[in-house]
């Protein structure tokens, strides 16, 4: 597997965690999964980052077992962790005339035909595997957060099948429109 330096910070950024399928095979061990992959399956707990479990991997072979229980439905992307509470905003000062929030901005033509492209490439080349990859592009707030998750999903395209032939050009296709 080649990935960027950028895709590598991104992956171990991400933060996976076991399918209910995952879980049964921690119990059951059905699945024919090798002590790599099945030491990997063990640690990824939906909490903690790839980058921050502690393993007796190379980072590689990490991410390529991660890539293995992502293709067998052991593994998906999990929810953020939830964020930190902050206190509560001081209170305006009498004097202050208070302002109407700014409405966010409207999705861009180009952010919202890069989150097209790349979801219906995912559930066309990945089916049911690409749920999680598919919720996390759709859920992409600005071009920035997308573009955190595009090292993933052409990793996706890249091992499957029917993606293989045609990621090189997905990944042109999406960096284009991100550009």
């Known amino acids: 597997m080649h990935l960027t330096p950028e895709n590598r910070t991104r992956l171990r950024a991400t933060v996976f965690g076991k399918t209910e399928a995952g879980r049964a095979e921690v119990a059951q061990r059905n699945a024919g999964l090798t002590a790599r992959q ?10 903690r980052a790839l980058g921050e479990i502690d393993t007796w991997l190379g980072e590689d072979e990490m991410l390529e077992s991660v890539e293995a229980l ?3 439905g052991l593994a998906g992307i999990a929810s953020a962790p939830p964020a930190v509470a902050r206190p509560a905003p001081p209170e305006p000062a009498p004097e202050a005339v208070p302002m109407a929030p700014l409405a966010a901005p409207p999705a861009s033509p180009t952010l919202s035909a890069a989150r097209e492209l790349m979801a219906a490439a995912a559930r066309k080349h990945l089916g049911l595997l690409a749920a999680d990859l598919v919720r996390r592009i759709e859920q ?3 071009e920035g957060q997308l573009a955190g998750i595009i090292g993933l999903w052409h990793v996706s395209l890249r091992e499957s099948k ?3 032939p045609c990621a090189e050009g997905l990944l042109e296709e999406a960096r284009a429109l991100l550009a």
Not at 38 to 47: E, N
């Open 38 to 47: 099945r030491s990997v399956l063990i640690l990824l707990d939906g909490q």
């Open 70 to 72: 992502l293709r067998k």
């Open 140 to 142: 992409a707030k600005d």
């Open 162 to 164: 029917t993606g293989k």
